[in-house]
């Protein structure tokens, strides 16, 4: 089981990752349905994705109805569902919203906030996918110090610790993998720029397919202008939709509190990753041990997705309770407006 005969000339299982198999999901449907197809995966993961932007938004104080929101809005993304054609990149963007969430309950302290999240950071370790497990304790321990101050780093550090211990099969065979890896060697510029969020395509988080199309209906023309660096003819994330309601109810929620502007930042920072060499990220995040391998900024488009949908559940709550129908139906329309006018520029463009 430690060794996959049927690619290349053979190569470790579980150090590359990218199969999750100790996953906790993967280890219980192991005993309970082991001849289970991967439709069986692909399923439990997107509602985990769901249940785990639900809980992360309870434990930010909202609404059950507001975080309801949050859990449709990341669970029925255009990113979580274009994921789901890699196993284990879904796994790491089901299993990172849990891990906020421990991370928050440390911030709440919560008498097993740390076993919560040493529980979960191990999970996100064993998904294989570091990129998301990076991402993941981040902006829980930014939440955590935005909530708590220097009183949460010493709980924060610890689960850290013990979680990437529990992890530490996945993480250390991995780490002995990398080095004998091409990417040991650096990603070319070309590579990066390649799989990367290009900006024509930033119309499409409220309009879905219209520049990557739709099932039986492809828009390569219309990708081809929105990506002019165009080599494989599609692009790394299918979809990056997240729709004009999320956007709208979550801008009611920026600078409502602390927690509303890490978010907020969090979002930006990832919008911005995802952009790479043609925002200028690539000039930092090249040069950041480990995070410099990553090949796909695209996929950061990811939590920026879920930092919006708990921006929106902070403002279905404000929504709610402030009565606000018209301020939102500003901004929705200002987003709508704007999108267009955006939109009509890059498909107009020679």
């Not at 430690?2 to 199969?19: K, R, S």
């Not at 599609?234 to 997240?242: A, G, K, L």
């Not at 600078?255 to 790479?276: D, E, K, V, Y």
Request: glycine share 12%.
């Amino acid at each position: 089981p430690l060794w996959n005969p049927h690619e290349a000339f053979g190569i470790p299982l579980l150090a590359q990752q990218m199969y999750g198999a100790l996953h906790p999901v993967s280890v219980a449907m192991a005993f309970i349905v082991p001849d289970a197809g991967m439709d069986t995966f692909i399923v439990l993961y997107v509602a985990l994705a769901a249940a785990g932007a639900t809980v992360a938004a309870r434990q930010l104080g909202t609404s059950w109805t507001a975080a309801t929101v949050a859990g449709f809005a990341y669970g029925a993304s255009g990113y979580v569902l274009s994921m789901t054609s890699v196993i284990h990149y879904l796994g790491g963007a089901s299993t990172a919203p849990f891990v906020v969430a421990a991370f928050l309950a440390i911030a709440q302290r919560h008498r097993h906030g740390v076993l919560l999240a040493s529980l979960s950071v191990g999970a996100s370790a064993l998904a294989g996918e570091p990129q998301w497990l990076i991402v993941s304790v981040v902006l829980g321990g930014a939440l955590v110090l935005a909530r708590r101050g220097r009183d949460g780093v010493a709980p924060l550090v610890i689960s850290i610790v013990i979680g990437g211990a529990l992890g530490s099969l996945q993480l250390l065979s991995g780490w002995a993998y990398f080095r004998e890896s091409q990417r040991a060697a650096g990603v070319a510029l070309e590579e990066r720029t390649v799989w990367t969020l290009f900006p024509g395509r930033l119309f499409e988080l409220l309009a879905p397919g219209i520049f990557v199309g739709l099932p039986g209906a492809p828009a390569p023309a219309a990708y081809a202008a929105a990506a002019p660096n165009l080599r494989y003819g599609i692009p790394f994330v299918s979809s990056i939709f997240i729709g004009l309601f999320t956007f709208g109810v979550g801008v009611l929620a920026i600078r409502r509190n602390a927690l509303a502007l890490t978010l907020t930042f969090g979002a930006g920072i990832a919008l911005w990753l995802s952009l790479g060499p043609i925002a200028g990220a690539d000039l930092v995040a090249r040069h950041i041990p480990v995070w410099g391998a990553f090949r796909y900024p695209e996929k950061l488009i990811g939590p920026f997705t879920l930092c919006v949908a708990w921006l929106a559940a902070l403002g279905a709550d404000r929504l709610q309770d402030e009565g606000a129908p018209r301020r939102f139906a500003v901004v929705c329309g200002c987003l709508l407006v704007a999108a267009l006018i955006f939109g009509l520029t890059v498909i107009a463009r020679p």
